[in-house]
């Protein structure tokens, strides 16, 4: 079965400083991985995908996320963390029994920036 | 429009009450999902809806009720809840259900409505 792991329940960082948001996965055959971002009150907003090609992958709001297959992970990235960015992190993959869009959440990353 | 919209924003209701919350999309999406998250945890998929059909349903109890009227509407009926069904429920639509190309699998969530059973 196919599962996703973010070790740490939370991640604080100063404004200015790089981030990682740490995510390493379980999947049989070709991984399909999602960062999404909820911010307080609010549903998850996609913020980057790996599903092939290159190991490092841009997405919104200046977040990067680097696909590592020999270490199975999938960790997201920002050069500059910012106070907006404090938000509760979610990594995913997408659940390849069923031939369908399902997703297997990962227990989430509370990232907190501060000043 | 890219946006999914859902009311209400929040729900108090008694165990006996029946009550509905509604989903709504004007992408042009053919699949729409429903999810439970309580709090600080990740969300659970409930149901999902592709070209207006019930495609899947996680074994979730009879007291939530799902409809799919038409392609841009999802409901969630409500009926006999227990305290322990509070939580945030979250719609959210996609291209497809199935994993027909690199865009169709990208989910776009409402804000969610948030229910207390009391």
């Known amino acids: 079965a196919q599962s996703v792991a973010q070790p740490e329940d939370q991640v604080n960082v100063a404004e200015g400083n790089p981030l990682t948001v740490k995510c390493t996965y379980s999947v049989s055959g070709n991984p399909y991985l999602f960062w999404y971002v909820q911010y307080p009150n609010r549903g998850l907003q996609f913020l980057l995908k790996?599903?092939?090609?290159?190991?490092l992958v841009k997405g919104s709001y200046g977040f990067e996320a680097e696909f590592n297959k020999s270490q199975t992970s999938f960790h997201l990235k920002k050069p500059s963390a910012l106070v907006s960015d404090s938000a509760l992190y979610f990594c995913a993959v997408r659940d390849p029994t069923g031939g369908g869009n399902k997703l297997t959440f990962g227990t989430g990353t509370q990232l907190k920036v501060e000043l | 429009d890219t946006e999914v919209t859902q009311t209400p924003k929040h729900l108090v209701m008694g165990m006996t009450n029946k009550k509905s919350l509604k989903c709504e999309q004007h992408m042009g999406h053919r699949a729409m999902y429903w999810y439970k998250q309580k709090a600080k945890k990740p969300p659970e998929l409930m149901f999902v809806?592709?070209?207006?059909?019930l495609s899947i349903n996680e074994s979730v109890p009879s007291r939530f009720s799902p409809e799919c009227p038409n392609s841009s509407l999802l409901n969630l009926h409500l009926h006999a809840l227990q305290p322990e069904d509070s939580a945030l429920y979250l719609c959210?639509?996609?291209?497809?259900w199935g994993w027909g190309s690199s865009g169709a699998n990208v989910l776009t969530f409402g804000a969610g409505s948030r229910l207390t059973v009391l």
């Open positions: 809806y592709s070209y207006e059909k």
């Open positions: 790996y599903i092939t090609g290159d190991n």
């Open positions: 959210a639509s996609s291209q497809a």
